[in-house]
Antibody, heavy 122, light 109 residues
Framework: QVTLRESGPALVKPTQTLTLTCTFSGFSLTTTEMCVSWIRQPPGKALEWLARIDWDEDKFYSKFLRTRLTISKDTSKNQVVLTLTNVDPGDTATYYCARTSLATAGPNMDVWGSGTTVIVSS | SDVLTQPPSVSVAPGQTARIPCEGK??????VQWYQQKPGQAPVEVISYDSDRPSGIPQRFSGSTSGNTATLTISRVEAGDEADYYC????????????FGGGTKLTVL
């Protein structure tokens, strides 16, 4: 059974760096064509994709946020970490991680974590 | 264009068929995924690669594409289908790589 769980601070102050951890089980990021993505959803708004890290260390970022985002993995711990620098209230959202598998037809975010809510406020 | 356009809302009576469109210039070139999100819950994939149904998703859910429009069809709608539905594409030729539609609120009357 594939599961993912996001963790991190519930409240961060403006200008601080937000660090989120995705801990997963049921698959391995050492397996070819396996990846993990991060997606966020501001309150009452649509989903927004943030980043993806692949089994081979390839990394992809949202065009809008790539200067502020860093994604990394620790395969020994089955974890993926996302950092977002210089946060502001616009970064308030529920943050999700999702298993992403690659196929000939393209990537597929097939299993999602339950999300962690982050509020940016002084 | 990187935009996927969905109607904000669709309403349907129980037992009827709901159709949720998603329009975008890259549809038909790139495959479409659909996600269901109930209030307070994480999204759940209901359709992958335009029309594949993941394990555990009822056969009442189907996906199709025609031209620049993808459609999620839910047959014999039930009260439990009331949710927000999002379409999504991966576009390696786009600056944005991943695009989500704005979401459609399905209301079961």
């Amino acid at each position: 059974q594939v599961t993912l769980r996001e963790s991190g601070p519930a409240l961060v102050k403006p200008t601080q760096t937000l660090t989120l951890t995705c801990t997963f089980s049921g698959f391995s990021l050492t397996t070819t064509e396996m990846c993990v993505s991060w997606i966020r959803q501001p309150p009452g708004k649509a989903l927004e994709w943030l980043a993806r890290i692949d089994w081979d260390e390839d990394k992809f970022y949202s065009k809008f946020l790539r200067t502020r985002l860093t994604i990394s993995k620790d395969t020994s711990k089955n974890q993926v970490v996302l950092t977002l620098t210089n946060v502001d209230p616009g970064d308030t959202a529920t943050y999700y991680c999702a298993r992403t598998s690659l196929a000939t037809a393209g990537p597929n975010m097939d299993v999602w974590g339950s999300g962690t809510t982050v509020i940016v406020s002084s | 264009s990187d935009v996927l356009t969905q109607p904000p809302s669709v309403s349907v009576a129980p037992g009827q068929t709901a159709r949720i469109p998603c329009e975008g210039k890259r549809i038909g070139i790139k495959t479409v995924q659909w996600y269901q999100q109930k209030p307070g819950q994480a999204p759940v994939e209901v359709i992958s690669y335009d029309s594949d149904r993941p394990s555990g998703i009822p056969q009442r859910f189907s996906g199709s594409t025609s031209g620049n429009t993808a459609t999620l069809t839910i047959s014999r709608v039930e009260a439990g289908d009331e949710a927000d539905y999002y379409c999504q594409i991966w576009d390696s030729d786009s600056d944005h790589l991943v695009v989500f539609g704005g979401g459609t609120k399905l209301t079961v009357l």
